[in-house]
Structure formats: structure tokens, C-alpha cells
């Protein structure tokens, strides 16, 4: 298969298309606003994704994997199912604007996760690039000067574990394939939100049902999207696209949702966001962006 030549024009419609996908799910999640408990919701969006797995579930179900790799699939499951209940839970908390800038931390503390337990050196610039994200959370949430609500201690949380999650799978992609890294991701973790969802389950509607089932569109959609843009133009140009994920989460919080815009808000999610970008561009450089995801890594 012949490798398609590098395309800016290409790669930026498509990270501008991943943006928007990703954006959508955050909106219809809010939209949702607690119509179904935060775990069912979570649980009923990744039940219905379960679609997207079925053209390559008869390749799936023949792999075979060591016990050392369940143990980490199941271990990777386990945080992530948290993560995704605190996310759903958040987003009924907290604006859609905090809960994006918010987002971008995860990658941050898997830059700080790498140093620690996979042995990566911290160079003096990527520290600095860490303090000056985690000054731009201080910011967005200002202890001290406004209340901190149980919205922001979910989102600090679902950052850490998302965190654990992608390190988890920088481990396990060196050993089987990027397809069955994902299809175990979605089917452990709907296992895994199965137990919450029952202890707080309500019968839902048809239409929350259908919003549910968009929101699993649109996140592999987003997905889809993203691999396209980084095989169509290089980092350097596809991520600084990413910024404009705060851009249409501010305006839509305000136009949709009536949100007020919050410059502090803003201030700490672009200090957040270019720090993540700095990062993920030295990853690149280094030839080693895998251990970082990308700022725009989808969350559920």
C-alpha cells in the first residue's frame, strides 16, 4: 500500500472535524443533564459503542493473550471505568468550558507518570512546561477566592485516572495490536460500569437512549477523525488546532447552555493546552510521542 503524501490542508480539516466530534459528545452529555444517573449514562454510551467493535469481533475473539496482558487490560478497565463515571459526573457540575480545560491535564500527568514508574528522563524544559499546566489549573479553579465544588475535585480525578489508563496502554501496545488495545478498552470498561449502573439504574427514555447513541458516534468518529489528520499532516501542524476545542466549549456553553465566559477559565486552559502542546511536540521530536497522548485524546 502505497503511503499517502503529507497533506497540511488534509490534516487540518481533520483535526477541525476530531474537535468538533469531541466537542459534540461533552455538549450531548451536558444536554443530558442528569436524565439518567452519571454511571448508567456511562455505562448505557459505551453498551451502545459496543456496535463499533462487531466488524472486527470475529479477529478479536481468536486472539490469544498471556495472563500478564489480562491482568493489565483489567487493571487499565478498572481506572478507566472510574474516570469515565467522574467525567459524566462532572459534566452536570461544572461548565462545559471547565470540564474542557480541564481535560487537557491528563496528558500532563502521564508526562509526570512516564518519569516515575516507565523511566522517562524529565528535561529541564518539559518540568517547566508541567508547572506552568498545573499553574493554569490553579487558576481555572482558584481555591480560596470561589468554591472548589464536588465538579472540579471529579475532573482533577478523572485526569489521574485517564492518566493511569494511557500508561497502561503504552505498556500493552509494545506487545499486541492498537485494534485489540481499543476493543479491550471498550469491552472491560462496560463491564466494568455494569455493577454502578444497576445500583442506580432508571428505566430510560427512547431519546436519551438516541442521545447516548450519538454520543458513541461522535467519540469514534473523533477517533477516526484524528488518525486521519496525524496521517495526513504531521504534529507540528495538527496540534495547535486542538486550541480551538476551548474556543467552541466556551462559545457553546454561553450560547447554548447560557453559560457565563469565564476569563480565567480561558487564561488557565490556554496555559494548560500550550504546555501540552510543547510536550506532545518534543514527544514527536524525541520519536517517542506514544508515551504522551495527544491534547485532544478522547476521554469517553
Known amino acids: 500500500m502505497t503511503k499517502p503524501q503529507p497533506s497540511p490542508v488534509r490534516g487540518v480539516f481533520w483535526m477541525l472535524v476530531t474537535g468538533l466530534c469531541f466537542v459534540a459528545v461533552t455538549a450531548l452529555v451536558k444536554y443530558l443533564d442528569n436524565a439518567v444517573p452519571s454511571a448508567q ?49 462532572a459534566m452536570t457540575r461544572i461548565p462545559i468550558a471547565e ?66 489508563s494511557y500508561l497502561v496502554a503504552k505498556i500493552v501496545a509494545d506487545e499486541v495490536s492498537p485494534t485489540l488495545v481499543v476493543a479491550m478498552l471498550s469491552v472491560t470498561v462496560t463491564i466494568g460500569l455494569a455493577p454502578f449502573a444497576l445500583v442506580v439504574w432508571v428505566a430510560p427514555d427512547l431519546w436519551t437512549l438516541a442521545v447516548l447513541f450519538a454520543v458513541a458516534c461522535f467519540a469514534t468518529g473523533g477517533h477516526f477523525a484524528m488518525t486521519l489528520a496525524f496521517r495526513a499532516a504531521p504534529l507540528t501542524v495538527t ?33 494548560i493546552l500550550g504546555s501540552v502542546i510543547f510536550i506532545t511536540l518534543r514527544e514527536a521530536q524525541l520519536k517517542r510521542r506514544e508515551v504522551t497522548p495527544g491534547v485532544n485524546a478522547p476521554k469517553v
Open 41 to 89: 449514562a456511562a455505562f448505557l454510551r459505551y453498551v451502545l459503542g459496543l456496535v463499533f467493535l462487531l466488524p472486527a469481533a470475529r479477529t478479536l475473539l481468536a486472539t490469544r493473550m498471556s495472563p500478564r496482558q489480562w491482568r493489565l487490560f483489567g487493571l487499565r478497565g478498572a481506572v478507566h471505568t472510574l474516570g469515565v463515571i467522574l467525567w459524566f459526573f
Open 99 to 164: 470540564v474542557t480545560a480541564m481535560n487537557y491535564l491528563s496528558p500532563v500527568y502521564v508526562t509526570i507518570g512516564a518519569a516515575l514508574f516507565l523511566g522517562e528522563k524529565l528535561a529541564f524544559r518539559r518540568i517547566l512546561a508541567v508547572c506552568i499546566a498545573l499553574l493554569g489549573a490553579v487558576i481555572i479553579l482558584r481555591p480560596g477566592f470561589r468554591e472548589v465544588n464536588p465538579g472540579h475535585l471529579a475532573m482533577l480525578g478523572t485526569a489521574v485516572l485517564f492518566a493511569c
Open 239 to 271: 496540534q495547535p488546532i486542538t486550541f480551538l476545542q476551548l474556543v467552541w466549549a466556551v462559545s457553546l456553553g454561553a450560547l447554548v447552555f447560557g453559560e457565563p465566559v469565564d476569563p480565567a477559565v480561558v487564561l488557565g486552559g490556554g496555559l
